[in-house]
């Protein structure tokens, strides 16, 4: 049985980069993606474009909890990626890790989503 490679985690930002309820873009081993502090402190890295349409989901909106798109204003839970407005689309995530005051994402093996139109 073989097992799954460790993920290659690559360092993106330092940790004070990103406050509560910011979202910033990163080009990370080739991938572009948003990375995103919620209101409880945590980060969360999450595809650069929208699923519905592939609009880039930083110039949307962030309240520290809810990612909402610019363009028709789905609504995302950046906790688990999915949908909340519609309810049937999903957002890729990509692991994070914090460690020596450095935000650490990986990347590999991980497709954006995208939904109907
Ligand atoms: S492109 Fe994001 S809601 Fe349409």
């Given at each position: 049985m073989s097992e799954l490679p460790a993920p290659r985690f690559h360092r993106v930002c330092a940790t004070d980069d990103l406050w509560a309820g910011e979202m910033k873009e990163f080009t990370v081993a080739g991938t572009t993606i948003v990375v995103l502090r919620t209101d409880d402190g945590s980060i969360r890295a999450v595809q650069y474009?929208?699923?519905?349409?592939?609009?880039?989901?930083?110039?949307g909106d962030f309240d520290g909890c809810t990612l909402t798109c610019g363009a028709h204003l789905w609504e995302f839970d950046v906790e688990t990626?999915?949908?909340?407005?519609?309810?049937d689309a999903k957002l890729a995530m990509y692991p994070v890790e914090e460690r020596d005051e450095f935000v650490y994402v990986a990347v590999d093996g991980i497709d954006p989503y995208h939904s109907h139109a």
């Open positions: 474009v929208c699923p519905h349409q592939d609009y880039p989901l930083r110039n990626g999915r949908s909340i407005n519609p309810d």
